[in-house]
């Protein structure tokens, strides 16, 4: 989006909000214009959905990380769910009814998924096995039902794994990858600690999704479910194995389980089918996941060697 001249681009934050993982973005007071905004406060997204009216919505503000959501259920629906309810209300308050509002569900809330019902499509049982999902089910259902009452054009999309840089390291990838930087820069030992490897899932690099977003509020029937990910399937084993095997210390890094990052309930399989929206849409994955995990263990090299640069 910010290389088209043809729109003006708006985003929101809370007023103690991090704006570091925007930095590398130049001239960004200038691209775009960020507001204000409390998305548990209906009357704060009313105000800045009406000051803006906009023609696009991406519905990213979100609890995103699993392991937390067990010991915060009632954070991670009152976020998920009712900061979503709050934007679909200004919508339907406005009579923005033409306004294409993106909500970025997540390959999660398949939750428990058997061999034989492979691969995943959009026809495929619910069976959430952690508050995170449960939220985000309830976060697609409402906007379908909006669309259905009220005839808002919202586009459903569930995203399967996606990676890349500047994702935080309490993910499972980023968090390899910034201990395997931190082993380099003899800042720990030679061992990468982790939770259950064994998963098995799809993975796309963050800059593909990103694009495949846009087509999905460009192209996509309001109302519609569609599934996105790749034809890449690993396990995080697999994953955590290319990554170590990038590193000059590859022959002395060991693995260890460590506890603490085992979760109550794990979800094994989320392999999915996405013809239905490269059907529609023509979009594909360009980027090959080998490089997306070689930028990823850049990136944390590069935070790591700023880190010790700036530590006294």
């Known amino acids: 989006m910010l290389a088209r001249a043809d729109c003006q681009i708006f985003g929101t934050h809370r007023w103690s909000s991090r704006l570091t993982l925007l930095r590398h973005i130049k001239d960004l007071e200038k691209r775009i214009e960020l507001l204000v905004c409390n998305i548990l406060d209906p009357v704060s997204v009313l105000e800045v959905v009406e000051r803006i009216r906009p023609d696009w919505i991406f ?30 209300e200004a919508l339907r308050k406005l009579k923005l ?11 999660e809330e398949y939750g428990l998924v058997h061999e034989h019902e492979l691969p995943i499509d959009e026809r495929t049982e619910l069976r959430p096995v952690n508050p995170y999902a449960v939220s985000k089910v309830a976060q697609d259902l409402i906007c379908y039902e909006h669309h259905q009452s009220y005839g808002l054009h919202t586009v459903r999309t569930r995203a399967f794994n996606h990676e890349g840089p500047r994702r935080d390291k309490v993910f499972a990838l980023p968090s390899f990858a910034y201990q395997i930087a931190r082993i380099e820069s003899g800042l720990q030992e030679p061992v990468v600690k982790v939770g259950s490897l064994t998963a098995r899932r799809n993975w796309t690099d963050v800059r593909d999704m990103v694009q ?26 697999e994953c955590l194995d290319k990554l170590i095997a990038l ?8 693995v260890e389980e ?38 990823t263990l850049e990136y944390w090299r590069l935070r790591v060697r700023q880190h010790q640069l700036s530590s006294p």
């Not at 009814?97 to 390959?107: I, M, N, P």
């Not at 087509?215 to 790749?230: D, F, M, N, T």
């Not at 996405?274 to 490089?291: A, S």
């Open 247 to 254: 590193s000059p210390f590859a022959d002395r890094i060991q």
């Open 212 to 237: 495949a977003y846009h087509r999905a509020v460009e192209r996509c029937v309001p109302g519609e479910l569609y599934l996105i990910g790749s034809n890449r399937v690993l396990t995080v084993k």
């Open 258 to 295: 460590d506890r603490e990052r085992l979760r109550p309930t794990e979800v094994p399989l989320l392999v999915g089918r996405y013809d239905k929206f490269v059907n529609l849409t023509g979009w594909k994955p360009e980027i090959d996941f080998e490089q997306t995990l070689v930028d």
């Open 97 to 107: 009814t033409k306004t294409r509002f993106h909500v970025a569900g997540s390959g």
């Open 59 to 88: 519905h990213f503000a979100a609890e995103s990380f699993v392991a937390p959501s067990w010991h915060m259920p009632h954070l991670y629906v009152n976020t998920n769910v009712n900061g979503t309810i709050n934007f679909l």
